[in-house]
């Protein structure tokens, strides 16, 4: 069955960086675009970021633009979240999403999410 496991998530400090990790499995990871999203307490989860098959563009929502930068490897089936210069407004659960569409369907997978929390 299709796994997308998120990991990496944790405590730091304003101004600090964590990096996240999702392994996918089950699924045909290269034809997948991966995305980020996150939910706050008491918010609608949000699209964060997203990189296209074979990391061919990438998009940033204004919030963690110049501060975030999303990548991916297709040989490890993994795609990453580099944040940096955080924020204790980046405090959420961040997810880990694949979507693409074939035969007329929309194949839309997720993570459980990991909790990153960004507090002095």
């Known amino acids: 069955q299709v796994q997308l496991v998120e990991s990496g998530g944790g405590l730091v400090q304003p101004g600090g960086s964590l990096r996240l990790s999702c392994a996918a499995s089950?699924?045909?990871?290269?034809?997948?675009?991966m995305s980020w999203y996150r939910q706050a307490p008491g918010k609608e989860r949000e699209l964060i970021a997203t990189?296209?098959?074979?990391?061919?563009?990438?998009n940033y929502a204004d919030s963690v633009k110049g501060r975030f930068t999303i990548s991916r490897n297709d040989a490890k089936n993994t795609v990453n979240l580099q944040m940096d210069s955080l924020k204790p407004e980046d405090t959420a659960v961040y997810y880990c999403?694949?979507?693409?569409?074939?035969?007329?369907?929309?194949?839309?997978?997720w993570g459980q999410g990991t909790q990153v929390a960004v507090s002095s």
């Open positions: 990189i296209t098959t074979a990391g061919g563009s990438t």
């Open positions: 089950g699924i045909t990871f290269s034809r997948y675009a």
């Open positions: 999403n694949a979507r693409m569409t074939a035969w007329g369907r929309l194949l839309d997978y």
